[in-house]
Nanobody, 126 residues
């Protein structure tokens, strides 16, 4: 059984940093594609970043490019989202997701992902 669980959210001031973690059970993170999405109050869930299986190629949304970094640690089977220079607009529930397929050209779409965590709240104050 595959399980995905996020941690590391919290309250931070604008300009600060947070690191989110996503632990995976049932699959090795290097063999699957992993992604972070987020959902702000009153808005639809949106793609943030992904790290693909094998080579670990990464992609980011334009809104976080240059500020956020997705990475993985195969030894502890965990994916991270390092978030720097946080803005109030980054306030959202952040979700980790797992895609079992070997290749996807639509990695930014929610329906590409098979397993989701419960989410972790990130709040950025002014």
């Amino acid at each position: 059984q595959v399980q995905v669980a996020e941690s590391g959210g919290g309250l931070v001031q604008a300009g600060g940093s947070l690191r989110l973690s996503c632990t995976v059970n049932g699959r090795t993170v290097s063999s699957v594609a992993m992604a972070w999405f987020r959902q702000a109050p009153g808005k639809e869930r949106e793609f943030v970043a992904t790290i693909r299986s094998g080579s670990g190629t990464t992609y980011y949304s334009d809104s976080v490019k240059g500020r956020f970094t997705i990475s993985r640690n195969n030894l502890v089977n965990t994916v991270y989202l390092q978030m720097n220079s946080l803005k109030p607009d980054d306030t959202a529930v952040y979700y980790c997701a797992l895609d079992r397929s070997l290749y996807s050209s639509t990695y930014y779409k929610e329906n590409e992902y098979d397993y989701w965590g419960q989410g972790t709240q990130v709040t950025v104050s002014e």
